[in-house]
Structure formats: C-alpha cells, structure tokens
C-alpha cells in the first residue's frame, strides 16, 4: 500500500486530503506541525508528502531543505494559499534538492489534488 504523509497547520485541511488520499489507496498519517512530521518520517516512510508552507514555529521550506539531506525520494505537494512566490521557491528550492516537487494552490480543486497524487 502507498504511503502519504501530510503536515498542514489546519486540520480541516489535512484531514480532507488524508480523506481524499485514502480514497486513492493511500494509507493516510496527518500531522499538524513540522516537530511531529519529523519525528514520524522514518516510521512512515511515505511515497508522498503533501506539505504546508506557511505554519508556526518552523515552515515549509525548512522542512523542504530537511527532506533533501535525508536523500527523500517520494513525490512532495507544496500546497500554499499565501503569495505564489512561496510555491515558486520551494519548486526551486526542492529542484536543487533533487526533489520531486508538484506545487498546487489553497484552496484546492479536488481533481487538481487526486491528478498529484495518481
């Protein structure tokens, strides 16, 4: 079975997309913070990652930079509804990282969510 990992401040928001995972035959693990996301990686081993850019205490993009110095190789949603440019550094940010980064825009459109994922 495929495994999503999902950090979003907003728990509305990161249930729906662990909703809406699981629906696509992902085993779905919804965290709320940058703290808990690292510390279930390992466990988890996701094959996806949809990841929040804009939340307290530590970002996005530093989770972005960590995700590169563990070697990560799942396919990483950047999803923000703040300036667009936050998605375009991440994109750029997770290229030289050697990341696979899909960058979509909050508030999501379901098909745009389940063609990232497929």
Known sequence: ????????????????IARVARGLGFEATAVGSGAEFRAVYDEVAPDAIVLDIVMP??????LLNWLGTK???????IVSGYNPHY???????GGVK?????????????????????
Do not use: N, S
């Open 1 to 16: 079975m495929k495994r999503i990992l999902i950090v979003d401040d907003e728990a509305d928001f990161r249930e729906f």
């Open 57 to 62: 205490e530590e970002d996005g993009i530093e």
């Open 71 to 77: 070697g990560c190789k799942a396919r990483v949603l």
């Open 87 to 93: 998605r375009e550094m991440a994109q750029l940010l």
């Open 98 to 118: 050697g990341l696979d980064v899909v960058t979509l825009q909050k508030p999501l459109e379901l098909e745009d969510l389940e063609a990232a994922l497929g």
